[in-house]
């Protein structure tokens, strides 16, 4: 029997959802009579330990996984389960991704005191959020708000609601779901009015790509449908070269049933890219067959509306 050694980050969210994943896995081994045991290794990374200063100003989402991805390298674990949203672009030489599970809700929403809506919030209410990404849509949406940062685990962000004065904060609904915590959510955000983040609700199943044990068994609980879109979105993503320091994000879906004349799957998706003061707010829409192409045409065509200018001056 072969025994599984699974890496992940020590949160309780990270906990959760690497359970679940686990679970996936013991009935897909169970079904097709594969001999195996999991036992899980809890790592620290870097973004665990900083939790004083924004994201942006300590190196972005990489912090997540960097500890993780060197134990893989290093043979001390055997899997690792990740946010695919906290997943760099650039691919660690030697691993690969095995699955990409189905995606839970890929939508922002917000947990306020009192139940009060989003449009409901009164001017100057303190809305808290790590995300640059969220902060300048909702400075685009509610200018009148006071957006001020806010880190930390879920569970510790829920807490500062109650204790350090905030009126809301927003959050990925994906995390509230998966801890069993839905019912705290007032409101989900739209789409229209705040683009998720890329890959954000899906996990990336990462291993050795000479693990044929790994690759075969994580590809057991692969979804296709989901794969896909964070394909389009990732490669969006890789196109603008950009990360936590920038605030951007996009969308993808399958459309149904619907088939491109090749046969293939039809995406459509969305993407944005802003300024931090909510100024601009550039938005594109585009559907295809391959992500790849799909991703690319989509930051192109942000590029030509101005999305380089802001970008370049983020980045200098």
Same mark, same amino acid.
């Given at each position: 029997?072969?025994?599984? /050694?699974?890496?992940t980050r020590q949160s309780a969210l990270a906990l959760?959802? =690497?359970?679940?994943?686990?679970?996936?896995?013991?009935?897909?081994?169970?079904?097709?009579? /594969?001999?195996?045991?999991?036992e899980i290794k809890k790592i620290v990374t870097k973004?665990?330990?900083?939790?004083?200063? =924004?994201?942006?100003?300590?190196?972005?989402?990489?912090?997540?996984?960097?500890?993780?991805?060197?134990?893989?390298?290093?043979?001390?674990? !055997?899997?690792?389960?990740?946010?695919?949203? !906290?997943?760099? @672009?650039? $691919?660690?030489?030697?691993?690969?991704?095995?699955?990409?599970?189905?995606?839970? !809700?890929? $939508?922002?929403?917000?947990? =306020?005191?009192?139940?009060?809506?989003?449009?409901?919030?009164?001017?100057?209410?303190?809305?808290?959020?790590?995300? &640059?990404?969220?902060?300048?849509?909702?400075?685009?949406?509610?200018?009148?708000?006071?957006?001020?940062? /806010? $880190?930390?685990?879920?569970?510790? $962000? &829920?807490?500062?609601?109650?204790?350090?004065?905030?009126?809301?904060?927003?959050? *990925?609904? *994906?995390?509230?779901?998966?801890?069993? @915590?839905?019912?705290?959510?007032?409101?989900?955000?739209?789409? #229209?009015?705040?683009?998720?983040?890329? *890959?954000?609700?899906?996990?990336?199943?990462?291993?050795?790509?000479? !693990?044929?044990?790994?690759?075969?068994?994580?590809?057991?609980?692969?979804?296709?449908?989901?794969?896909?879109a964070v394909r389009v979105e990732r490669q969006f993503?890789?196109?603008?070269?950009?990360?936590?320091?920038?605030?951007?994000?996009?969308?993808?879906?399958?459309?149904?049933?619907?088939?491109?004349?090749?046969?293939?799957?039809?995406?459509? *998706? =969305? %993407?944005?890219?802003?300024?931090? #003061?909510? %100024?601009?707010?550039?938005?594109?829409?585009?559907?295809?067959?391959?992500?790849?192409?799909?991703?690319?045409?989509?930051?192109?065509?942000?590029?030509?509306?101005?999305?380089?200018?802001?970008?370049?001056?983020?980045?200098?």
């Amino acid at each position: 029997m072969r025994k599984v /050694i699974v890496g992940t980050r020590q949160s309780a969210l990270a906990l959760t959802q =690497t359970g679940q994943v686990i679970d996936q896995l013991k009935q897909a081994a169970e079904k097709h009579g /594969i001999a195996c045991e999991f036992e899980i290794k809890k790592i620290v990374t870097k973004g665990d330990r900083i939790l004083d200063v =924004t994201l942006s100003k300590v190196g972005g989402k990489g912090l997540f996984v960097k500890e993780i991805e060197q134990a893989l390298l290093d043979g001390e674990i !055997d899997m690792a389960v990740h946010s695919m949203k !906290d997943m760099p @672009w650039e $691919r660690q030489e030697g691993l690969v991704i095995g699955a990409t599970p189905e995606r839970q !809700d890929p $939508r922002d929403c917000i947990v =306020t005191r009192g139940g009060v809506k989003l449009a409901e919030l009164p001017p100057g209410a303190k809305l808290g959020t790590s995300s &640059l990404r969220r902060a300048a849509q909702m400075k685009a949406y509610r200018p009148d708000l006071t957006i001020e940062s /806010i $880190r930390g685990n879920i569970d510790s $962000r &829920l807490r500062k609601l109650e204790t350090e004065g905030f009126d809301a904060i927003m959050l *990925a609904a *994906a995390g509230l779901h998966r801890m069993g @915590w839905s019912d705290r959510i007032t409101e989900y955000v739209p789409a #229209d009015i705040c683009v998720p983040a890329v *890959a954000q609700g899906a996990l990336g199943i990462e291993c050795r790509e000479g !693990d044929a044990f790994m690759i075969d068994l994580l590809g057991k609980i692969d979804h296709i449908p989901t794969a896909l879109a964070v394909r389009v979105e990732r490669q969006f993503l890789g196109r603008l070269n950009g990360g936590c320091q920038i605030p951007l994000g996009a969308y993808a879906v399958v459309r149904g049933s619907e088939r491109a004349p090749d046969g293939s799957p039809l995406l459509e *998706a =969305t %993407g944005f890219v802003g300024s931090p #003061d909510g %100024g601009e707010r550039l938005l594109e829409y585009g559907q295809g067959s391959d992500p790849e192409r799909l991703g690319d045409a989509l930051a192109e065509k942000l590029l030509e509306q101005g999305a380089e200018r802001i970008l370049a001056q983020l980045r200098g």
